[in-house]
């Protein structure tokens, strides 16, 4: 399985950004999906995850309301819509996969056998 992570960028703050991971190679909906990021001289951290149809969603207190995770089975793809971005968003940002029942999602990385190349993600103030 192959995850391709594209849509980064350099924005403003307060501006948005729409993040697409797009799968290959897999069962895309036997996939619980989750987006990861990385600031500079940090470790890697939970942003939002989706389960195989999409029905449950978690993000991380920092996005919530802000950030929206979603996903089109039919196109193997997972999107993060992020709105009102602050420059403390600024890093590159991961998405994963691992295939399991639906309804689940996972919040730490251990449980992702799959992960994309990464996009940056930079927010000027």
């Known amino acids: 399985v192959q995850l391709q992570a594209s849509g980064g960028g350099l924005v403003q703050a307060g501006d948005s950004l729409r993040l697409s991971c797009a799968a290959s190679?897999?069962?895309?909906?036997?996939?619980?999906m989750g987006w990861f990021r990385q600031a500079s001289g940090k470790e890697r951290e939970f942003v939002a995850a989706?389960?195989?149809?999409?029905?449950?969603?978690d993000y991380v207190d920092s996005v919530k309301g802000r950030f929206t995770i979603s996903r089109d089975n039919a196109e193997n793809t997972v999107f993060l819509q992020m709105r009102r971005l602050k420059p403390e968003d600024t890093a590159v940002y991961y998405c994963?996969?691992?295939?399991?029942?639906?309804?689940?999602?996972?919040?730490?990385?251990?449980?992702?056998?799959?992960w994309g190349q990464g996009t940056l993600v930079t927010v000027s103030s």
């Open positions: 190679g897999g069962t895309f909906g036997t996939f619980a």
């Open positions: 989706i389960s195989r149809r999409g029905k449950r969603t």
């Open positions: 994963a996969g691992h295939s399991t029942i639906d309804g689940v999602i996972f919040d730490q990385q251990a449980r992702y056998s799959y």
